[in-house]
Nanobody, 115 residues
Framework: QVQLVESGGGLVQAGGSLRLSCVAS????????MGWYRQDPEKGRELVAL???????NYGDSVKDRFTISRDNAKNTVYLQMNSLKPEDTAVYYC?????????WGQGTQVTVSS
């Protein structure tokens, strides 16, 4: 089982930026896809961004052109650069890793965007 530890959440004003990090407990070279979902009590779970081992990306419609996912396999880490943040981006952000026909999830990190 891969363990994932997120960091980088916090409180930011609208229009600001944050960068989330997620470190995996084993080599990212063995993980097919890593990325981020977010969950809000009203909207439920929503795709934010995913990146395959080969670098293919998939973004949720609400974050396209504002968020950028990147992955450093040598550091077993996936990043989410979030720019032009909006109050509606407020949620708990979860890191996910898909590998060997299963998945692991992090504990989540809170992102709060004030208006």
């Amino acid at each position: 089982q891969v363990q994932l530890v997120e960091s980088g959440g916090g409180l930011v004003q609208a229009g600001g930026s944050l960068r989330l990090s997620c470190v995996a407990s084993r080599s990212a070279f063995s993980i097919d896809t890593m990325g981020w979902y977010r969950q809000d009590p009203e909207k439920g779970r929503e795709l934010v961004a995913l990146m395959t081992r080969g670098g293919k990306t998939n973004y949720g419609d609400s974050v396209k052109d504002r968020f950028t996912i990147s992955r450093d396999n040598a550091k077993n880490t996936v990043y989410l650069q979030m720019n032009s943040l909006k109050p509606e981006d407020t949620a708990v952000y979860y890191c996910v890793a898909y590998y060997s026909l299963t998945s692991s999830w992090g504990q989540g990190t809170q992102v709060t965007v004030s208006s």
